[in-house]
């Protein structure tokens, strides 16, 4: 008898564009755990309402993201692909598990306090229990495995938190979801001002989006900020220099980056150059993403089928825990 695979949950926002950061730091990983586990990635638009988004834009934001990621590699065959609020039982389970979460915990969240901070005229309640909706997207489908950067840690760490309070109110129902991720693959991707990492709303000349078209990323990667270089050979690598390094190292040859690598330390290397060849090598990554994004986009009905079909899986799964959460509480009166 076949071992069932290991349930594993992840959401991305339809807001702002997939760029290089989110391919290289998430969808790669998720390409990758289609082959392992038992996959469910859904468009997060519940979330995005938090920051009052134009209805006009939403559904077109939805559908490109969804099509940005099975243009990078995810394959609608092997994991449901699907929208949150295609998926009822969600809205109810995040009802039961807010009288489990607590004012004065959620106040406390780092993220909830920057949106304090940076938009004052809009803390509604939604921004508020954001991390109740988030876990309850996780253990709706009682994931053990949760595809997760270092900034989203708490975030797990309260989904955890409320599975051990409803399990210990109510009867053992969810398992305590771990981060999880492949090691080898965490992998941050600087900006091209070689100040933080690439965004999906800050500096769009630092970001290469998925989306871009040729002459953009080259464009792009021709402002990309240098250094003058030393004269002498050896001298340390500048971090502006082990940024453009490291981009290549995702895009080129190894042949290409061992001479840029070389050419730096024997003091030899010309920035132009080096810029020409990253752009090229951005281009013929970045290409066949946005073209097959362009053509599933312009594909609206396989779009539909695909989040019809991944609906279809998430709801009888969260349908049969919402069932037993119902059950264990003591709302089932016939």
Request: proline share 5%; glycine share 6%; aromatic share 8%.
């Amino acid at each position: 008898m076949a071992t069932e695979k290991e349930i594993v949950v992840s959401g991305i926002r339809p807001t702002g564009y997939l760029h290089l950061g989110n391919y290289f730091g998430a969808i790669r990983n998720y390409i990758r755990m289609q082959e392992e586990f038992n996959c469910y990635f859904f468009v997060a638009d519940w979330h995005s309402l938090t920051t009052h988004p134009d209805p006009k834009d939403l559904p077109g934001n939805v559908m490109r993201v969804l099509a940005e990621n099975i243009a990078s590699g995810l394959d609608p065959e092997k994991v449901s692909l699907y929208v949150q609020s295609d998926i009822p039982e969600i809205a109810e389970l995040y009802l039961l598990m807010n009288t489990l979460a607590y004012i004065g915990e959620l106040e406390k969240v780092p993220t909830f306090k920057d949106k304090v901070r940076t938009q004052p005229q809009n803390v509604n309640a939604g921004l508020l229990t954001y991390p109740v909706l988030m876990s309850v997207d996780i253990l709706i489908q009682r994931a053990v495995k949760v595809p997760v950067g270092k900034d989203q840690g708490q975030h797990l760490e309260m989904a955890r938190d409320f599975a051990q309070r409803f399990n210990k109110r109510y009867g053992n129902l969810f398992p305590e979801p771990e981060a999880f991720n492949y090691g080898d693959n965490l992998i941050r991707i600087p900006s091209l001002t070689g100040e933080g990492k690439m965004s999906k709303s800050e500096n769009e000349m630092a970001t290469l989006y998925l989306a871009d078209e040729d002459d953009q990323i080259l464009k792009k990667v021709k402002k990309a900020k240098t250094d003058s270089g030393t004269g002498e050979p050896g001298a340390p690598m500048p971090e502006s220099v082990s940024n453009l390094i490291d981009l290549m190292k995702l895009v080129s040859t190894e042949d290409v980056v061992k001479f840029y690598q070389e050419a730096w330390n024997n003091q030899t290397i010309r920035f132009g150059d080096m810029k020409n060849q990253l752009g090229e090598d951005m281009v013929k990554f970045i290409a066949p993403i946005r073209e097959k994004a362009k053509d599933l986009q312009q594909n609206t009905d396989y779009l539909r089928k695909v989040i019809k079909a991944g609906a279809e899986k998430a709801r009888a799964n969260a349908a049969q825990t919402l069932q037993e959460a119902r059950k264990l509480i003591g709302i089932n009166y016939y």
